[in-house]
């Protein structure tokens, strides 16, 4: 009995991390809205089988970028305790932050949006990012590079809008955007950043 079970267990354990699999790539192609039969077809199972592990879209989004939450969040502890100015460790934490909204088509929208199916993904996002971000923003503060009315949340939401990415607006401008907006977001007798490179 306990070997049927272990097979069952593995073979759950293998539905699961292909439906995973298979999201991230629809979400890359089509965003976090890709129809749940387009990912079961992808990861060779039912319906069934996607929402029996992820029972509602929120669950699936979050699981997904999970690994890549935690990925941030670590790499803010990191960043911290490295032997480089404050400003420049939360302008190396949010560079890694924008190209996690970037590559992944779609996120920066649901991060965004109202939708009560994607809670799960704003708490996520609140819960970890925002505290890890704030870690590094306050640093900054302390140190009188960064102005002391910005939050975390209010630097993090404004930098998801501009990661929107469009037909005739790509991650490139993001980027050269999310620089602007962080040169906005210093002192004004702070020594002034370089140029937002063009690549």
Known sequence: MSDTIGVRQAGARRSREAVLTAAAAAFVEQGVQAPVRDIAGRAG???????RHFPTRADLVSAVYRHQVDDCTALAAHLRQQPIPAVDALDRWITAFVDFLVT???????LGSNDPSLAKLHALVLDELVP?????????????EIDRHITAYTLLRGIGNLCILGPDYDRGDAKQMVARLLAGCRRSD???PPPPSST
């Open 132 to 144: 890890a971000c704030e870690t590094l923003l306050a640093a900054s503060q302390e140190a009188g």
């Open 104 to 110: 992944k088509h779609g996120l920066g929208v649901a």
């Open 45 to 51: 199972v039912g319906v069934g089988t996607v929402y």
């Open 190 to 192: 702070a020594p002034a």
